[in-house]
């Protein structure tokens, strides 16, 4: 009888144990962790201190992959391309949405910033092709007229390789551009290269310019005349 009793309490004492351990016991899954390799037998809340992902209660790394999350990406284009991965995105040159993003509730935007116009005004968020497209000047994206200078002349008319100094340089740099397609004189393709001052560049540039070196004649104009003469778009 005694020994009966003692069977029953310690069955009872048993179940009792192995209930309360059965009530705290926590779920573990398979884990993916930031780098997509896979943890298994890890609880939910220790896969997110690590940042993974966790992949569900009873899930294991024998049938899980661990890929990387997509998302939408903003090409440098504009368009919009969905499900790639942040870094395939950023290999394209684009900018990445988020994970899970995508692009029927993406607008890829242009950066837009202040543009110079040719009457010299100030036009606050303008894209660079639009601002280009008025005969404008853009100023970078983000700038703003309250912090832009519209009015500064800063063409110098036949320091056309955007030098130090107006010189033979010059001359060889025009000579380039105007028989052998070298570059457009910098950084105005018209005025910087236009030492004689007569709206255009071309060869008679590079002998205005070889006069002024090596023969004393005339100096190339100034931005200001330059600007009054010919118009066109040289400030800043
Ligand atoms: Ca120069
Ligand atoms: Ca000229």
Not at 34 to 51: F, H
């Amino acid at each position: 009888m005694k020994s009966i009793y003692l069977f029953t309490i310690v069955s009872l004492a048993g179940i009792l144990f192995f209930g309360a351990t059965d009530a705290f016991a926590q779920e573990t899954g398979a884990c993916c962790l930031p780098n997509l390799t896979c943890m298994d037998n890890i609880t939910d809340a220790d896969c997110q201190l690590q940042g993974g992902i966790y992949q569900g209660d009873g899930s294991n790394c024998a049938t899980v992959t661990c890929e990387a999350p997509t998302g939408a990406c903003c090409l440098p284009d504009f368009t919009c391309m969905d499900n790639i991965t942040d870094a395939d995105c950023q290999s394209q040159g684009g900018i990445y949405q988020g994970d899970g993003s995508n692009c029927a509730t993406v607008t890829c935007e242009a950066p837009t910033g202040a543009c110079c116009l040719p009457n010299l005004t100030c036009m606050d968020n303008i894209t660079d092709a639009d601002c280009q497209s008025q005969g404008g000047i853009y100023q970078g994206n983000g700038s703003n007229c309250a912090t832009v200078t519209c009015d500064v002349c800063d063409c110098i008319p036949g320091n056309a390789n955007n030098d130090a100094d107006i010189n033979v340089g010059d001359a060889v740099y025009i000579i380039s551009y105007a028989f052998k397609g070298g570059p457009s004189p910098e950084p105005y393709a018209t005025c910087s290269g236009d030492a004689n001052c007569d709206c255009q560049t071309n060869v008679g540039d590079a002998v205005y310019l070889i006069n002024y070196a090596f023969k004393g004649g005339p100096a190339p104009c100034d931005c200001e005349t330059w600007s009054s003469l010919c118009g066109t778009p040289l400030r800043k």
